[in-house]
């Protein structure tokens, strides 16, 4: 039986507006191999804050509706951007250094978007299934499979999906679909292609994504219940130079 | 309008057109395509069997425990199981929402000076109009409106705006709507072009076009709206969305070429729309007055405005509790093949009835949100052009979307 208090709220929540939040997670791989002696490709992730910023200053709703949260992650995950809207952002700079652990960025993932659901619904948000961008160009160092399970667990309400983009050639195909779940996709860069090039058309296309999701018309209307997922556009790589996608598409349910 | 894209198969990703947005040459729109494509369609047979997914109301609904749309048993007609008959019956009772205050303001400075703001604006204030077009062609006016007194009973509204959210990406306006009328009826087509297919300004356009005008030609047909052909009427919009894909894919191709092998899916990807018509007769004739819904494909919401008891929720497009909504014709023109679903509401005086995008109807909802509670005090009454305009140029943080409401308002 419900108490009088949880009447109430629920009668305020029939009566009003509630406003429907994006929460993207991308985690940068910041380790040893992004750096100019190999991959090269640190400055071009150091462009992706900026990037976002520019993106929501030009667009109120995707600046309205999205939440970015930014982890950089070696051997040890770390929250260099708390949950907070493109334009509220400050341009953090990644310095490539350390192996490649996806265990503890994997629960590290988990934690937070725990965490920041409860701060969105405390705030009277409702959101959409949080998105995860994993950014990476090696072979994780370590196993894993026990906490990548636990992210994606469909008991866990909030289950992202997952995206996973392997920058440059050393990272296997067989990897980056093996991290990539829900309505996530796998995405590699073409042979011949610099990472530094792959990196900043990716993050190009994820912002014209992000566009889309979060205003695409009557998407932050979706009532009754339902969680909205975010939007990829596998369009907008399907005539890329340096990406191509690995997943396949008859598979995938684009909504 | 948010669509489930249809999936590219690989043969026609690969045989699609490589820049789609050149399909339409600069002079081209929905009207200057020629003829009507329906009319160059063989008719339906006319043996041929309108069988509709529910059964039809023939009598008129109890207002307070009733059914909304009154499934019962057709007297006159056996097709029906009756347990289909009572399970409808059974399932679709009238839910009323009567509306607390409208707490809406006038905007009092800056571009909307003067719009009403129902509930969270949200970012709406900071998102400028624009002009722009990403499309080279596709111009679509922002807004359209029409209203006029059919009869002393019966009065209308029509109205279009472009959303929030095709401002700010340059697109243009993806709803429609067309009104058909004769001496008898008056017919409502609204549609709603998918969001990503780019081109579904064109088609939604050319399907509310073709439904209009198929519909009130169904109806002279018809001894009773029941009886009309609906098949037919959708038959005829579906085909109309498949002739339009084909004769762009020609465009691209070039006069001389051969006829393009173009799939409805593929032309689903760039033209899919929904579409939805409102039939009502131009006046109450022996106490009755009974509009018709036919939904030839899409998610509509379906509304009536009572004075005294609120809003009913005939069929909310994305409530997956409603009992009306249906699969069968879930999927936007061309695709799909089911027959229109066919609802009526008899009208009693000082109600009126709405057929609404998802636009409208998502911030709606079951009418006690703000826009609900907005729309429930400004369009009780019959209201001319401007006023239809205005009071549909709300503001609100969840209305980014097109939206397209007709509305008949049963003044005796």
Redesign the interface.
Known sequence: MSSKTDQTEELKE????A??ILPIYIAVDRSWSMGPKDNNAIDAANELIPTIIDTCDA???V??RARFCIIGFNAEPEVVVTLSRGTNMTPHAFVADGGTDFSKVFALLKSQILSDHVTLKRDGNRSYRPAVFLITDGEPNDDPTEAFTALKDPGFDLHPNVFVFGVGKNISTETIKQYTDGRGLALATKDNVSAASALKEFISSLMTSI?QST??????????G?VPDFTFDPEAF?DSDDIFILSD??D???? | ??W??P????SE?EDSPKDESSLVSESSSAHGLGDDPASELSPEPAESAFVPDRPIATSPPEQTTAPALAPQLPQSDTQFAPAVADEALALTETQWTLP?ATDAVEVLDGYYAGRSQA??V??ML??SPSIRSRQFGAYVPDSVVDAGVVSDSVSIGVVSIK????H??GDPR?DAYAIASDDSWVVIAIADGV??ARMSHLSAAEASRVAANESLRALAAAHDPADADWQAVGTKSRSAIRTLGQRLAQQQAGSGSAQPDVSDRLIAGILATTCDVLAVPARRIDGLLRAWRVRIAGDGSFYVIDPNRGWATVDSG????STIISNAVGDPLPLGDAPPEVEHWDLDPGQAIVLCT??FG??I??G????G?YLFAAWQQPLDTVQLLRTSSFL???????RTAAIVWATA
């Open positions: 029939t009566q009003s507006d406003d429907l667009n109120p709703l600046d309205y566009i205003t695409q018309a009557g998407s932050a209307a979706a009532e009754n339902a399907t598409l008859d995938f349910e684009i909504q | 309008m948010i489930p894209r999936r590219p198969t690989r990703t607390g509930g969270n949200g970012p900071r998102i959303g929030a959210s095709h700010l990406k993806q969001s990503e994305k409530n997956p509790s998802d636009g998502d911030v909802d079951q006690a949100r703000p826009v509670r609100n943080t969840n209305a980014d979307d097109d």
